[in-house]
Nanobody
């Protein structure tokens, strides 16, 4: 059984930084596209960032580009999201995701097969 366990969400002031982590079990993440989605209250879920197998392709949602960095450590079977210059509009529940089909590409509009439990990120003063 595939399980994604997330950590790192908390309350942060605007302009602050936060790092989300997600560790997988039951599936070797190597060569699988992985990413992060988020859902804010009253809004649709949206893809934030994704990274393909072997890190050949990375995509960011426009509003987070240059502020967020996605990375993966296949030896730790984990994916991370480094978030800087955080804004109140970044407040949301964040989910790590994994696509079962191996690919050297990833897409924020793609369907992902496995989801983490979600972690709350709140940006407020």
């Amino acid at each position: 059984q595939v399980r994604l366990v997330q950590s790192g969400g908390e309350l942060v002031q605007p302009g602050g930084s936060l790092r989300l982590s997600c560790q997988a079990s039951g599936l070797d993440l190597k060569y699988h596209p992985i990413g992060w989605f988020r859902q804010a209250p009253g809004r649709e879920r949206e893809g934030v960032a994704c990274i393909s197998g072997s890190e050949l392709y990375i995509q960011y949602e426009e509003s987070v580009r240059s502020r967020f960095t996605i990375s993966r450590d296949d030896s730790a079977n984990s994916v991370y999201l480094e978030m800087n210059s955080l804004r109140p509009e970044d407040t949301a529940v964040y989910y790590c995701v994994v696509k079962e089909k191996l690919s050297v590409y990833c897409g924020l509009e793609d369907e992902y097969d496995y989801w983490g439990q979600g972690t709350q990120v709140t940006i407020s003063s």
